[in-house]
Structure formats: structure tokens, C-alpha cells
């Protein structure tokens, strides 16, 4: 148990939940509405939520170098993912991906963020989990 309770209010964005949960190492985080308690929100929750993100309906056609970066930059701008560890290659709109995720969870928020990306029309996973890794990933 802990004294002080870190906690999100309700009209939190999804990408600052996101942040609280990896930076205080939590699985849970309650949401408060006026100082009361509404709701909580798990890491589960919050990998639901972004798969169900609906895909935009004109699909976005990139070359393979510019999708390569556009994925390589989206990496490097979580906070929860060492990117050194991910490969990517992509082939007409085909993400395949090898390399470690640490966790279950982790796992499914990668490919979630590559599924989410422009251009992309379908992913081969080829990732390994291997639990924690160095560099405090």
C-alpha cells in the first residue's frame, strides 16, 4: 500500500495515462472526477482502447522508405519501448517486425502502434518476449 495515491482525473488524454502508467511502473490507475473516485483504468484497458481505434477509411499509400521512418519515429517517441531491440522491415505496405518485448502487454501495445500507423496494411509478427532486458526496458 501506498500513502499518496497516483491517480488521473477524467478527462485525461489516453497518451498521459499511458505515460503515468510506464513512468510509475503501475498496472492500475484510478480516475477521479471532482475528487472522487469514477473509475479505473488498467494497462489492459488502455491496450483495448487503442486497438479499437477505428483505421481511417481512405487508406494512406506510402513507399516502403518513407513507412520505414514514419514507424521508426513513432519507436522512438514511446517512453515504454527500446526501440534498439525492434527490427522493421517493410515491403508494399507489409510491417514485419522481429526483436524482444519485455511483457505480454508490451507486445500487444507494439503491434497496436504499427497496426494504427498510416500506410499499413498488415503486420507479421515475428517478435520474441524475453522479459526484462537491460537499459531498464
Same mark, same amino acid.
Given at each position: 500500500?501506498?500513502? *499518496?495515491?497516483?491517480?488521473? !482525473? $477524467? #478527462?485525461?488524454?489516453?497518451? $498521459?495515462?499511458? $505515460? %503515468?502508467?510506464d513512468s510509475h511502473r503501475?498496472?492500475?490507475?484510478?480516475? =477521479? @472526477? #471532482?475528487?472522487?473516485?469514477?473509475? %479505473?483504468?488498467?494497462?489492459? $484497458?488502455? &491496450? !483495448?482502447?487503442?486497438?479499437?481505434?477505428? +483505421?481511417?477509411?481512405?487508406?494512406?499509400?506510402? /513507399?516502403?522508405?518513407? =513507412?520505414?521512418?514514419?514507424?521508426?519515429? !513513432?519507436?522512438?517517441?514511446?517512453?515504454?519501448?527500446? /526501440?534498439? *531491440? %525492434?527490427?522493421?522491415?517493410?515491403? /508494399?505496405? &507489409?510491417?514485419? =517486425?522481429?526483436?524482444?518485448?519485455?511483457?505480454?502487454?508490451? @507486445?500487444? +501495445?507494439?503491434?497496436?502502434? &504499427?497496426?494504427?500507423?498510416?500506410?499499413?496494411?498488415?503486420?507479421?509478427?515475428?517478435?520474441?518476449?524475453?522479459?526484462?532486458? !537491460?537499459?531498464?526496458?
Open positions: 500500500m501506498s500513502r *499518496y495515491v497516483i491517480s488521473v !482525473r $477524467d #478527462d485525461a488524454d489516453l497518451r $498521459d495515462v499511458a $505515460d %503515468i502508467l503501475i498496472k492500475r490507475v484510478p480516475v =477521479l @472526477h #471532482d475528487g472522487r473516485l469514477v473509475g %479505473i483504468i488498467s494497462r489492459r $484497458d488502455l &491496450v !483495448r482502447a487503442l486497438s479499437q481505434v477505428q +483505421a481511417s477509411s481512405n487508406p494512406v499509400k506510402l /513507399d516502403n522508405a518513407a =513507412l520505414h521512418k514514419s514507424l521508426r519515429d !513513432r519507436f522512438k517517441s514511446q517512453s515504454w519501448l527500446n /526501440d534498439a *531491440y %525492434i527490427n522493421v522491415a517493410v515491403n /508494399d505496405g &507489409v510491417v514485419e =517486425l522481429w526483436g524482444l518485448v519485455v511483457s505480454a502487454d508490451q @507486445h500487444r +501495445a507494439l503491434r497496436t502502434l &504499427v497496426e494504427e500507423t498510416p500506410g499499413v496494411r498488415r503486420v507479421e509478427d515475428r517478435l520474441t518476449m524475453a522479459g526484462p532486458l !537491460r537499459g531498464g526496458v
